[in-house]
C-alpha cells in the first residue's frame, strides 16, 4: 500500500463544505427568494435540527434558531439571529476548554454571480450543555438578483482552547505525499494479511521508538526495511500511517478512539495521543468509561483519568448499578483510589458484596494510608463508617 493520498478540495457552496480539517461543519438553515416586489427575507424558525461536527472527533448536536426582520436601514433590512446548540455528550464539566464559532452567510447572486456573503460571527465559550448566540446583521437586499433561490447558511467550527503544542507540523510528511513518485518508501509494514509502505524519515521523525528502531544497524527492521507488527490489526495502523503524513485519521478516531490510542502510545506518537484522548472525552458514556478509565491508567494519560473519574462522580448512582463498574472497583483498589472506593461504599449501604475485600485492603495497607489526605479526611466527613471498617479490622484480628 501506498502512502496515504492527498485529497483535493472542490469548490462546493458554503453550505455544503466541510471535511473535519480545513472548513468548519456548515448547515444550511433555510431556503430564500428576493423579488422585485418582495426585498424582505420571512422569518426563519428551526428547532432541534439533529447535526454532526465533521471535526475531528465528530460530536452529535441538535441546533435550533430564529431568524427575524427587525427594522428597516436606509441602504437595507435589520435582522436578529437567534441561534441555540445542545450538544450530546457531557464535556461541559471542562471549565472553558473549547468554544465554537458560529457563522452566519447567505449565498446570494449579484448580476449572475454566486456569491457568499458574510453576515454575522459569534464565538461562544462552552460552558454548560446549551450555548446560545443573540446578534443582529445586515442585508441588503435591493442590490441581489430578483427571483433566485438563495440559501441562508450557519457554519460551525470547534476550537480547543487547551489544545497541546505536540502536534507535528507535518511538513516533511506532505512534501513527501507530494513526491512520493521521487522518493519511494523504503519500510514496509508486515500487519494481518497486508502491506503498509511508508518512509522512515516520517516514522522517525515523529515517534521516538521508530527513531531507535531505524537508527540501530544490528536490528531486524533497519537491515530489511520491514517491520512484523503482531499486536495491532491494520485498520488502526493504516490510521496511525494516514495521521503522521496528513495530521488526520480519515475519521477512524472518531469510532476506535481506544484502538488508536494503544497504537499511539506503543510508538510514543505525542501529537496522536493527544487527539486519541480527546476523542474519549468525547464519547465517554455509562458503557465505556471504565474503560477508558483503565487505559488512562495503563498508559498513564492523567487529563482521561481526572475526566473519567468526574463522570464517574456526576453519575455514580447509575455506575454503582453496573456490574461491571464493580467489578472495576474491587480490581482497581490502590492507596489512592481507596477512598473514593470507601465513599461509594459508605454512600450505598447496598454494596456489601465488596465491602469485606475493600476493608481488608485497607488494614493491608493501613502504613500507606497513615499518609494518605483523601482517606484521612473520611475519618472527618463519615466517622459512623470509618468505626464500623475498625471494628471489622480488629474482629478479624481478634478471630485469628
Same mark, same amino acid.
Given at each position: 500500500?501506498?502512502?496515504?493520498?492527498?485529497?483535493?478540495?472542490?469548490?462546493?457552496?458554503?453550505?455544503?463544505?466541510?471535511?473535519?480539517?480545513?472548513?468548519?461543519?456548515?448547515?444550511?438553515?433555510?431556503?430564500?427568494?428576493?423579488?422585485?416586489?418582495?426585498?424582505?427575507?420571512?422569518?426563519?424558525?428551526?428547532?432541534?435540527? *439533529?447535526?454532526?461536527? &465533521?471535526?475531528?472527533? !465528530?460530536?452529535? %448536536? +441538535?441546533?435550533?434558531?430564529?431568524? #427575524? $426582520?427587525?427594522?428597516?436601514? *436606509?441602504?437595507?433590512? &435589520?435582522?436578529?439571529? !437567534?441561534?441555540? %446548540? +445542545?450538544?450530546?455528550?457531557?464535556? #461541559? $464539566?471542562?471549565?472553558?476548554?473549547?468554544?465554537?464559532?458560529?457563522?452566519?452567510?447567505?449565498?446570494?447572486?449579484?448580476?449572475?454571480?454566486?456569491? #457568499?456573503?458574510?453576515?454575522?460571527?459569534?464565538?461562544?465559550?462552552?460552558?454548560?450543555?446549551?450555548?446560545?448566540?443573540?446578534?443582529?446583521?445586515?442585508?441588503?437586499?435591493?442590490?441581489?438578483?430578483?427571483?433566485?433561490?438563495?440559501?441562508?447558511?450557519?457554519?460551525?467550527?470547534?476550537?480547543?482552547?487547551?489544545?497541546?503544542?505536540?502536534?507535528?507540523?507535518?511538513?516533511?510528511?506532505?512534501?513527501?505525499?507530494?513526491?512520493?513518485?521521487?522518493?519511494?518508501?523504503?519500510?514496509?509494514?508486515?500487519?494481518?494479511?497486508?502491506?503498509?509502505?511508508?518512509?522512515?524519515?516520517?516514522?522517525?521523525?515523529?515517534?521516538?521508538?521508530?527513531?531507535?528502531?531505524?537508527?540501530?544497524?544490528?536490528?531486524?527492521?533497519?537491515?530489511?526495511?520491514?517491520?512484523?507488527?503482531?499486536?495491532?490489526?491494520?485498520?488502526?495502523?493504516?490510521?496511525?500511517?494516514?495521521?503522521?503524513?496528513?495530521?488526520?485519521?480519515?475519521?477512524?478516531?472518531?469510532?476506535?478512539?481506544?484502538?488508536?490510542?494503544?497504537?499511539?502510545?506503543?510508538?510514543?506518537?505525542?501529537?496522536?495521543?493527544?487527539?486519541?484522548?480527546?476523542?474519549?472525552?468525547?464519547?465517554?458514556?455509562?458503557?465505556?468509561?471504565?474503560?477508558?478509565?483503565?487505559?488512562?491508567?495503563?498508559?498513564?494519560?492523567?487529563?482521561?483519568?481526572?475526566?473519567?473519574?468526574?463522570?464517574?462522580?456526576?453519575?455514580?448512582?447509575?455506575?454503582?448499578?453496573?456490574?461491571?463498574?464493580?467489578?472495576?472497583?474491587?480490581?482497581?483498589?490502590?492507596?489512592?483510589?481507596?477512598?473514593?472506593?470507601?465513599?461509594?461504599?459508605?454512600?450505598?449501604?447496598?454494596?456489601?458484596?465488596?465491602?469485606?475485600?475493600?476493608?481488608?485492603?485497607?488494614?493491608?495497607?493501613?502504613?500507606?494510608?497513615?499518609?494518605?489526605?483523601?482517606?484521612?479526611?473520611?475519618?472527618?466527613?463519615?466517622?459512623?463508617?470509618?468505626?464500623?471498617?475498625?471494628?471489622?479490622?480488629?474482629?478479624?484480628?481478634?478471630?485469628?
Amino acid at each position: 500500500m501506498n502512502p496515504p493520498k492527498t485529497e483535493g478540495k472542490e469548490n462546493v457552496p458554503c453550505c455544503q463544505r466541510g471535511d473535519g480539517q480545513t472548513f468548519p461543519t456548515s448547515v444550511v438553515l433555510s431556503s430564500f427568494s428576493v423579488t422585485d416586489n418582495y426585498k424582505e427575507i420571512d422569518d426563519i424558525r428551526i428547532s432541534n435540527k *439533529k447535526i454532526t461536527l &465533521l471535526q475531528e472527533p !465528530n460530536e452529535s %448536536l +441538535s441546533l435550533s434558531c430564529q431568524i #427575524h $426582520h427587525d427594522g428597516f436601514v *436606509k441602504t437595507g433590512s &435589520l435582522y436578529v439571529f !437567534n441561534l441555540q %446548540l +445542545s450538544f450530546d455528550n457531557a464535556l #461541559h $464539566h471542562i471549565p472553558q476548554s473549547y468554544c465554537y464559532d458560529i457563522s452566519l452567510m447567505a449565498m446570494v447572486s449579484k448580476r449572475g454571480i454566486v456569491f #457568499h456573503v458574510p453576515l454575522s460571527t459569534d464565538r461562544l465559550i462552552r460552558k454548560e450543555n446549551k450555548i446560545s448566540s443573540y446578534v443582529n446583521f445586515f442585508l441588503n437586499t435591493d442590490d441581489i438578483d430578483s427571483s433566485r433561490d438563495y440559501h441562508m447558511c450557519c457554519s460551525i467550527n470547534r476550537i480547543n482552547l487547551a489544545t497541546s503544542s505536540a502536534d507535528p507540523e507535518l511538513t516533511l510528511g506532505e512534501a513527501l505525499l507530494q513526491q512520493q513518485h521521487c522518493v519511494l518508501p523504503n519500510v514496509r509494514f508486515q500487519v494481518d494479511n497486508y502491506e503498509l509502505n511508508a518512509h522512515r524519515s516520517v516514522l522517525a521523525q515523529y515517534s521516538s521508538v521508530f527513531y531507535d528502531m531505524f537508527s540501530r544497524k544490528d536490528s531486524a527492521e533497519s537491515r530489511t526495511g520491514v517491520v512484523e507488527i503482531h499486536d495491532f490489526e491494520a485498520p488502526e495502523m493504516r490510521a496511525m500511517l494516514h495521521y503522521l503524513y496528513t495530521g488526520r485519521t480519515n475519521g477512524f478516531i472518531s469510532e476506535f478512539p481506544v484502538k488508536l490510542m494503544k497504537v499511539a502510545h506503543e510508538y510514543k506518537i505525542t501529537g496522536l495521543i493527544a487527539k486519541c484522548q480527546e476523542a474519549m472525552m468525547f464519547r465517554m458514556r455509562q458503557d465505556n468509561v471504565v474503560e477508558f478509565l483503565e487505559l488512562a491508567k495503563l498508559c498513564e494519560l492523567e487529563e482521561l483519568k481526572r475526566n473519567a473519574m468526574a463522570f464517574i462522580a456526576k453519575h455514580e448512582e447509575e455506575m454503582l448499578r453496573d456490574p461491571s463498574y464493580l467489578v472495576f472497583l474491587q480490581r482497581d483498589l490502590s492507596v489512592d483510589t481507596l477512598a473514593h472506593t470507601l465513599k461509594a461504599i459508605a454512600k450505598h449501604g447496598e454494596l456489601s458484596s465488596i465491602k469485606d475485600k475493600t476493608f481488608e485492603f485497607a488494614k493491608e495497607n493501613r502504613a500507606e494510608l497513615a499518609e494518605n489526605e483523601d482517606y484521612l479526611g473520611l475519618f472527618e466527613s463519615h466517622p459512623r463508617f470509618m468505626k464500623e471498617m475498625f471494628v471489622y479490622m480488629n474482629r478479624k484480628r481478634a478471630n485469628k
